[in-house]
C-alpha cells in the first residue's frame, strides 16, 4: 500500500485531506513523494510559523533534547518557567496555564470562567457568551462555545452554559448581558475558520467597556490571530484592550503542539492545586521550542508581517475574479468569483499551497516567508482567481 491507501484504509476519515503527500521541506517550501516543491501558505494552519526547519528553533528543542525530554509537572524545569515569564512580560498578563491544543487552552479559559463567576458573582453566573460564527475546539465543551450549527450537528447534546450574538452587534450583547448573570465573554479578535473576517474596532471597545461595568470576564481565543500573526504579537493588541484571559496554541510552538491560557490581574489567583493539570502541559522540548519562537517576534519580525500583509492586499485587490480580501496581517481571506475549492486546486497543481475558510481562499504564511516567494505565489493565485 501506498500512504494514501494506507491511510484510508487505517485513519479515521476525519479530514478531507488534500493528494498531496509531505515528506519534507525549508522554511515557506515543501516538497511531496513525488519530489514536486510548493510554496506553502498555510503553514500547518498557522503553526510552522517560521516556516519548516528553522535553524534556531530546531537548534533550541534539540539541545534541550539532549538534556531532558519530559518531566512530570510534579517538578519544576526552567524552560516551562521561562517561557511563562516570557508571555507574561510580553502580555502584561500575570500567570500561565500549559496544556497541548487550542481547544485545551480555551477550556481552561472556561474553568477559570467559570470558577471566578462562583467566587465573586455566585452560582448561577455560569454563562458564557461568544459570537456567531466564531470557532473555538473541537471537544464537547470548545465546540459549544463555537457559534456555528455546522459543528454540532451528530454531537447533541452539548455543555449547557453557552450563548452565541452575532458579531458587531453591541445591542444584542448588550441584551443579552442584560438578561443572564454572563460569567465571561469570549472571542477571536479575527474569526479565523469562519472566514478570516476581523472584528469591528467600535464593537470591541463596546464589548470591553461592557465586561468592565459588569465584571465579566473577557477572554480572546489568539489561538489563530496570535503570536504575531496579525502585525501584533497577539490580536487583541490592535484594539487597545486589556483582556482577562488570553488563550494562545498554534503558532507559538513552531510547530510542537502547545496551548497556553494567560491569566490578567483578576483571575491570577484564581487556581489551586488540583484546579488544573495536564501530563504534557509545559513540556520542557516544546516550551524551550517556543521561547526560541517568541524572542523572534521582535518589532522587526511583527513589521514585516504588516509589510508582508500590505503586499497580499496590494497584489490581489481588484484582480479578475477577486471579489473582496478580508483579515490582518499574514491572516487572509480571499472572496473569490469561482468556488474556492477550484481556486484552490488550480493553486496547488501551479505549486502553491492555500487552504479554505468557509467560501474563501485562506492564507496564513509563514511569517517569514521571503518576498520573492510571496510575490510569485500571489501571481499564481491571481492567475487560479481569474482562470
Ligand atoms: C480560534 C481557534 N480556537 C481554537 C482552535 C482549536 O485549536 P486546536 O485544534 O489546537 O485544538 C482553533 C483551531 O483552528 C482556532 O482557530
Redesign the pocket.
Known sequence: MNTFERDKAYVAPTYARFPVEIVSGKGALLVDAEGKEYIDLGSG??VNTLGVADEGWKAAVVEQLDSLQHASNLYYTAPCARLAEALCVRTGMKKVFFSN??????ECAIKVARKYAALHKGEEAFTILTLKN??????IT?LSATGQDVFHQSFLPLTPGFVHAAAGDLEEVKRIADSIPLAAIMM?MV???GGVVALDPAFVAGVAALAKEKDILLIT?????GNGRTGKLYGYMHYGITPDVV?T??GLGGGL?I?VTMLGEKVEDIFSPGDNGSTFGGNPAVCAGALHILSRLDEEMLAGVTLRGNLIRERLSGKSGIKSVSGLGLMVGIETEKDAGEVIAACRERGVLVIKAKNKVRLLPPLNIPVELLEKALAVICEAAAL
Open positions: 494552519i498557522a491544543s487550542g481547544a485545551e487552552a480555551n466564531s470557532f473555538h475546539g473541537r471537544t470548545t477571536e474569526q479565523g475558520e481565543d489568539e489561538v489563530q490571530c488563550t496554541a498554534k503542539p496551548g
